[in-house]
């Protein structure tokens, strides 16, 4: 028996979505990857979420969520002061500190796995050098759960970040654009607000009121026909100017 193309090209569909559908009903089928940490495959903690598998894309909300810590306790302990905490992303640590790197140190995603494990009483492999801002330090030693071991180590990876920003800003090896952030064009409203410029001074140098905060700030000018690099500099300034 013979197939003709058009009967073939129908079978190779009906495979083809008919396999498709047969994965999304058995939950094989994603479109994008899930946020959720590996486990522990074997010993006293299998099963239990592994913190070194935590990725720079999570946020505390996140993290809250699969290893239980409060999210203001995650916000105190690595110097996070936001409106909007929860959806902090924990990459954006190694451009707020960046300025340690001078020195040898960074805090950053490696920091939150770090903290994240000991908190909560995990293995974590240690054989490397981790940074801890001092405010996690104290939090994790205030638990009572540290390990001599864990608390040498520790002594020997604490830094006291207000100080090292102090020693940075007496040297002159800092901007204020790296405490606070870059704007880009996809920075949205609500990141520079979170900064620490109020959405009335940002509505002043726009000419006109802001509906939404989520909008990013190079889509708001096009759509309202204003110069993006202009308003981008005069906020950036603005930025830089912050104490």
Known sequence: ???????????????LFGGIGIAKATNYWKTESSKVPATYKDGEFAGEYNPADIRGSYTFADINKFFKIPIDELAQAFGI????KASFKINQLETIYQYLKDNGTEIGVSSVR?????YNG??????????LPQTAVEILKSKGNLTEEQIKYLENHTVDIQNQLENVKTEGNITQSSLHGT?????TFKEIIDWGISKEEIETILGRKISNTTLKLKDYCLENNLDFETIKNELQNKLNNLK
């Open 1 to 15: 028996m013979k197939l003709n193309s058009k009967i073939i090209g129908i079978i190779l569909l009906l495979l």
């Open 81 to 84: 002061n936001t409106s909007d």
């Open 114 to 118: 770090l903290f994240v494990a000991l």
């Open 122 to 131: 995990l293995p974590y492999d240690m054989s490397e050098d981790i940074y």
């Open 183 to 187: 704007i880009k064009g996809n920075t």
